[in-house]
């Protein structure tokens, strides 16, 4: 739990366990702070000053707990050796060294052998693909890196007590008005039941999202306590969470059984749904019908209304579904009968809009539009707000699901009508302005303000410095560093980390990876096919050289497991001088670093796009492309990544700016202080509220 919260908040739980009667609390605290220094990070004067408080055993131990936890989070929990001992120097030329290693096999009697004529396997040269030389050689080999002040510098901050700070974690997942990253999501279950004897005013009061609802729900189930539920969905997702299923559903979970008082309070969670939404039943009616045979709801005759789900899901009550009526009326073009249907769920009809003004609808999809935006959340608000601001100027379309995969397709809809177009997005800005709350005196860093607004988390996993997809941030350093690093679980495991270089018609492709070592400005650190024990691959770019604006690295699976089978893997970037040595890994120049995850074979994290002030930035992506079982190399994916990030690059994200735009009209001078940036400075005044990366989602509205 402990790292947890710093993981995700950036902030130190300190219990108040005693004061310091040695008197070394205060030399401890600043030995804490020396070795956080080390791998880019320190203790706000606050936390200093509450450690030094401390007796000097209870700052080491928490000390050892606290280094441990952001070396994980900045990727230097591990041993990040590079195949060439002196990278990025004496990198050789990619066929010389091939050649080399050919020369010195047939050398070799035993390797000679393995080598069939005509076909050269690198596999067979014993010395390709595997460490030839130690962790400790490459530090001999390194000299110290120089501290800059370029360096990032991370604050942890002073938090409350272990169960306050898991609570506010708890209540700021929880109430999350966008669905969260898998990784998020499991953390929102551990807190729910690390919570689960808090007092009911110190549980969530509302749960949007519903995947949240069935993890809170888990918690409420396994108390005995009545379920949050609103849809039959509802229950089937909790039915699935508890047999440690899917909870979004879209894969069918082996459901377990479910004993007497788990059945009751299933059943009579079902039975308050009114029979109006049960057509939600055919969306999922094999997973119905498992359920159905593990619940017996013939044996509980009070509840009548959860048995006619299951009548509904084995066929013997017909219903129809609310989205089959929707499409019958628009499929025989009567567009009037399915805004009225779609009144009702004013979500629902807010999501079809852009259809529903060119079937022809005119100013009653306006007027009910304008009904329905008073009743939507705030989520949908602002998701068809960057929708229809896309229409300004159509380019291709960009489909992601909550794995990352994407693909794109060019926009062949007919435009909008202007005057409804502009028309719209008044009623969603006037709507979203009204909703927004008044934050007193607002300060907003402008180095947020092209971070894009985090309106699903799903294919963002959480790490140091990450921000949501389509965000844009400067990059600052004269040398880029990419690296991945990964351990296998069972069986030999090669990933390969590339770059995929375009000019700024995302054409005329160059690049480096295992096949091309090096070029004018950049260097690849070696291959490596295995890592048993964990293997680490660098790619450099000298940004002042490179001779193309757009910079794609990638991670590709070559062979063995995916990500989410690994034991371990993880991509990040780095930034120094052109001066600045050091290890081929220095945790202090670290700026992005996240886990690799899901079933896609090739990982595009994020794209470098130099501008026309010469100026670089990054762009997030956090795509992956399904590729192929085995053997995916850079060569074989350009024109797809080429696609898929111009198509990221163009689009009109919205933006934190924004929505500081709106609040700016709200906010008034001498109110309590607001901060929102993507990290807390040190000098707020006491009770400011912050707003950074980690928790933007509490800025979307209700």
């Given at each position: 739990?402990?790292?947890?919260?710093?993981?995700?908040r950036?902030?130190?739980?300190?219990?108040?366990?005693?004061?310091?009667?040695?008197?070394?609390?205060?030399?401890?605290?600043?030995?804490?702070?020396?070795?956080l220094?080390?791998?880019?990070?320190?203790?706000?004067p606050?936390?200093?000053?509450?450690?030094?408080?401390?007796?000097?055993?209870?700052?080491?131990?928490?000390?050892?707990?606290?280094?441990?936890?952001?070396?994980?989070?900045?990727?230097?929990?591990?041993?990040?050796?590079?195949?060439?001992?002196?990278?990025?120097?004496?990198?050789?030329?990619?066929?010389?060294?091939?050649?080399?290693?050919?020369?010195?096999?047939?050398l070799?009697?035993?390797?000679?052998?393995?080598?069939?004529?005509?076909?050269?396997?690198?596999?067979?040269?014993?010395?390709?693909?595997?460490?030839?030389h130690?962790?400790?050689?490459?530090?001999?080999?390194?000299a110290?890196?120089?501290?800059l002040?370029?360096?990032?510098?991370?604050?942890?901050?002073?938090?409350?007590?272990?169960?306050?700070?898991?609570?506010?974690l708890?209540?700021?997942?929880?109430?999350?008005?966008?669905?969260?990253?898998?990784?998020?999501?499991?953390a929102?279950?551990?807190?729910?039941?690390?919570?689960?004897?808090?007092?009911?005013?110190?549980?969530?009061?509302?749960v949007?999202?519903?995947?949240n609802?069935?993890?809170?729900?888990?918690?409420?189930?396994?108390?005995?306590?009545?379920?949050?539920?609103?849809?039959?969905?509802?229950?089937?997702?909790?039915?699935?969470?508890?047999?440690?299923?899917?909870?979004?559903l879209?894969?069918?979970?082996?459901?377990?059984?479910?004993?007497?008082?788990?059945?009751?309070?299933?059943?009579a969670?079902?039975?308050?749904?009114?029979a109006?939404?049960?057509?939600?039943v055919?969306?999922?009616?094999?997973?119905?019908?498992?359920?159905?045979?593990r619940l017996?709801?013939?044996?509980?005759?009070?509840?009548?209304?959860?048995a006619?789900?299951?009548?509904?899901?084995?066929?013997?009550?017909?219903?129809?579904?609310?989205?089959?009526?929707?499409?019958?009326a628009?499929?025989?073009?009567?567009?009037?009968?399915?805004?009225?249907?779609?009144?009702?769920?004013?979500?629902?009809?807010?999501?079809?809009?852009?259809?529903?003004?060119?079937?022809?609808?005119?100013?009653?999809?306006?007027?009910?539009?304008?009904?329905?935006?008073?009743?939507?959340?705030?989520?949908?608000?602002l998701?068809?707000?960057?929708?229809?601001?896309?229409?300004?100027?159509?380019a291709n379309?960009?489909?992601?699901?909550?794995?990352?995969?994407?693909?794109?397709?060019?926009?062949?809809?007919?435009?909008?009508?202007?005057?409804?177009?502009?028309?719209?997005?008044?009623?969603?800005?006037?709507?979203?302005?009204?909703?927004?709350?008044?934050?007193?005196?607002?300060?907003?860093?402008?180095?947020?303000?092209d971070?894009?607004?985090?309106?699903?988390?799903?294919?963002?996993?959480?790490?140091?410095?990450?921000?949501?997809?389509g965000?844009?941030?400067?990059?600052?350093?004269?040398?880029?560093?990419?690296?991945?690093?990964?351990?296998?679980?069972?069986?030999?495991?090669?990933?390969?980390?590339?770059?995929?270089?375009?000019?700024?018609?995302?054409d005329?492709?160059?690049?480096?990876?295992?096949?091309s070592?090096?070029?004018?400005?950049?260097?690849?650190?070696?291959?490596l096919?295995?890592a048993?024990?964990?293997?680490?691959?660098?790619?450099?770019i000298?940004?002042?050289?490179?001779?193309?604006?757009?910079?794609?690295?990638?991670?590709?699976?070559?062979?063995?497991?995916r990500?989410?089978?690994?034991?371990?893997?993880?991509?990040?970037?780095?930034?120094?001088?052109?001066?600045?040595?050091?290890?081929?890994?220095?945790?202090?120049?670290?700026?992005?670093?996240?886990?690799?995850?899901?079933?896609g074979?090739?990982?595009?994290?994020?794209?470098?796009?130099?501008?026309?002030?010469?100026?670089?930035?990054?762009?997030?992506?956090?795509?992956?492309?399904?590729?192929h079982?085995?053997?995916?190399?850079?060569?074989?994916?350009?024109?797809?990544?080429?696609?898929?990030?111009?198509?990221?690059?163009?689009?009109?994200?919205?933006?934190?700016?924004?929505?500081?735009?709106?609040?700016?009209a709200?906010?008034?001078?001498?109110?309590?202080?607001?901060?929102?940036?993507?990290?807390?400075?040190?000098?707020?005044?006491?009770?400011?509220?912050?707003?950074?990366?980690?928790?933007?989602?509490?800025?979307?509205?209700?």
């Open positions: 739990m402990e790292d947890l919260i710093i993981a995700r950036l902030r130190v739980p300190v219990d108040a366990l005693g004061e310091d009667a040695a008197g070394w609390g205060g030399v401890a605290a600043r030995q804490l702070d020396a070795a220094l080390s791998v880019g990070f320190t203790c706000s606050a936390l200093l000053d509450r450690l030094a408080g401390l007796p000097g055993e209870q700052v080491i131990d928490l000390g050892v707990r606290v280094l441990a936890a952001v070396r994980r989070l900045v990727g230097d929990h591990v041993e990040h050796n590079a195949y060439f001992i002196d990278f990025p120097k004496n990198v050789p030329d990619t066929l010389e060294f091939w050649a080399g290693l050919l020369r010195e096999a047939m070799d009697p035993v390797a000679a052998a393995r080598i069939q004529p005509g076909i050269v396997n690198l596999l067979d040269l014993p010395r390709y693909g595997s460490y030839q130690t962790y400790a050689d490459l530090l001999t080999a390194h110290e890196l120089v501290p002040a370029k360096d990032r510098v991370t604050v942890l901050q002073l938090g409350g007590s272990l169960r306050d700070e898991a609570r506010d708890y209540l700021s997942l929880a109430g999350s008005e966008v669905p969260l990253a898998a990784e998020d999501l499991a929102l279950r551990a807190l729910a039941a690390f919570c689960a004897d808090l007092h009911a005013d110190d549980q969530p009061g509302h949007p999202v519903r995947e609802r069935a993890v809170i729900n888990e918690v409420r189930l396994a108390a005995g306590q009545s379920l949050l539920v609103d849809t039959v969905t509802d229950v089937l997702r909790l039915a699935a969470l508890c047999s440690d299923g899917d909870v979004t879209a894969t069918p979970t082996r459901l377990r059984s479910f004993r007497r008082v788990e059945r009751r309070i299933l059943l969670a079902l039975d308050t749904v009114p109006a939404k049960h057509g939600d055919l969306r999922h009616r094999e997973q119905w019908k498992r359920l159905g045979e017996h709801p013939h044996e509980y005759p009070r509840f009548p209304r959860a006619e789900v299951f009548d509904v899901a084995r066929g013997v009550r017909k219903v129809a579904s609310f989205g089959s009526r929707v499409e019958a628009l499929a025989a073009g009567r567009t009037e009968e399915a805004v009225s249907l779609l009144e009702h769920t004013p979500g629902a009809l807010l999501r079809r809009l852009d259809h529903l003004l060119r079937a022809g609808g005119g100013s009653a999809v306006l007027e009910a539009a304008e009904r329905s935006a008073a009743r939507a959340s705030g989520r949908v608000l998701s068809l707000r960057e929708h229809l601001q896309n229409r300004l100027a159509p379309r960009v489909f992601t699901n909550r794995a990352g995969r994407a693909w794109t397709t060019p926009d062949t809809r007919a435009p909008l009508d202007e005057e409804a177009l502009n028309r719209t997005l008044a009623i969603l800005d006037e709507e979203i302005g009204r909703r927004l709350p008044d934050l007193g005196e607002l300060t907003v860093d402008p180095a947020v303000l971070v894009a607004l985090p309106l699903s988390g799903k294919a963002v996993a959480p790490g140091l410095g990450m921000l949501p997809r965000s844009l941030s400067a990059v600052d350093g004269e040398l880029l560093r990419f690296f991945v690093h990964w351990r296998q679980a069972e069986r030999r495991t090669d990933y390969d980390l590339s770059a995929l270089m375009l000019d700024a018609a995302y005329k492709p160059t690049h480096i990876s295992w096949t070592y090096t070029n004018d400005f950049a260097t690849y650190s070696g291959d096919t295995e048993p024990d964990g293997a680490s691959e660098f790619i450099d000298r940004l002042s050289g490179a001779t193309k604006p757009i910079i794609i690295p990638q991670v590709h699976v070559f062979a063995g497991e990500f989410d089978e690994a034991e371990e893997a993880f991509f990040g970037y780095m930034t120094r001088d052109a001066a600045q040595e050091g290890r081929p890994f220095e945790p202090r120049t670290v700026r992005m670093k996240s886990d690799l995850r899901g079933a074979r090739v990982a595009l994290p994020l794209v470098f796009l130099r501008g026309d002030d010469g100026a670089w930035r990054v762009k997030w992506l956090h795509l992956y492309l399904p590729g079982p085995a053997f995916n190399q850079v060569e074989g994916n350009r024109v797809t990544a080429s696609l898929l990030v111009r198509s990221i690059v163009e689009r009109d994200y919205l933006r934190v700016g924004y929505l500081a735009d709106l609040l700016r709200k906010s008034t001078l001498g109110g309590p202080v607001t901060y929102i940036g993507l990290e807390a400075p040190a000098d707020l005044p006491e009770g400011a509220r912050v707003y950074t990366p980690a928790t933007l989602h509490e800025l979307i509205p209700a």
